[in-house]
């Protein structure tokens, strides 16, 4: 079955710190590997990583894909109390729904 | 505008009865998804439909069935509702049936079943 893990599952830091996301997968015929930021609505999207080694970045935030490894991480550096969400990584295979991992907790304090 | 719109947002009801949430897409897009995330916010498919034709189904209760008028709507209609439905329903679509599109989120129907 098909299953995405991420670590931590909930994480407490201070503004101004950095702090990575994991996310590892086991999707048959993997094609990709979403991340999305769920704050108290629905939740939104960040990156769609493909390829292995590239990083995607948007303003403090970034991410990249190993594909040998199976996993992805999201970085978010300089935190700020409005990254306080719930960071969840999805795996796509292209014909299946995407299978969610149970999502990170982040907590910025000031 | 809002892409992806479900409605009611907040939902309080007994056991027992029988509710529906109706989502509606203005994208153009031809899949539409129903997503339940429970209280630890885990977040998993229910149903997917394509151009109005159901192509996913997982392990839910007949209690829950979707309709799809067309392709820009997606209902959910749920009977003899129990305390263990509670949770936040998420409305979604597509462009294609391809997984690798992001998926756009409706902002979700919370429902509680005292």
């Known amino acids: 079955e098909d299953k995405v893990v991420q670590s931590p599952l909930s994480l407490v830091v201070h503004e101004g710190d950095t702090v990575t996301l994991n996310c590892s997968y086991e999707?048959?015929?993997?094609?990709?590997l979403l991340w999305y930021k769920q704050e108290k609505k629905a939740p939104t999207f960040l990156f769609m990583l493909t390829s292995s080694g590239i990083e995607k970045k948007s303003g403090r935030l970034s991410s990249i894909l190993d594909k040998k490894e199976l996993s992805s991480i999201l970085n978010i550096t300089a935190t700020q109390t409005g990254d306080s969400a719930i960071y969840l990584c999805?795996?796509?295979?292209?014909?299946?729904?995407?299978?969610f991992g149970k999502g990170t907790r982040l907590s910025v304090i000031a | 505008d809002t892409a992806v719109s479900q409605t009611p947002k907040y939902l309080v009801t007994q056991m027992g009865n029988d509710k529906s949430i109706k989502c509606e897409q203005n994208?153009?897009?031809?899949?539409m998804y129903w997503y339940k995330q429970d209280s630890k916010k885990f977040l998993k498919i229910m149903f997917s439909y394509n151009n109005k034709e159901l192509i996913i189904n997982e392990t839910v209760p007949n209690r829950f069935s979707p309709k799809s008028p067309d392709k820009a709507h997606l209902n959910l209609h749920i009977n003899s509702l129990e305390l263990g439905d509670s949770a936040v329903y998420f409305c979604a679509s597509s462009q294609t049936w391809d997984s690798r599109n992001t998926i756009y989120f409706g902002e979700g129907s919370w429902l509680t079943v005292v």
């Open positions: 999707v048959t015929n993997f094609r990709s």
């Open positions: 994208l153009g897009h031809d899949t």
């Open positions: 999805a795996g796509a295979s292209g014909n299946t729904p995407l299978v």
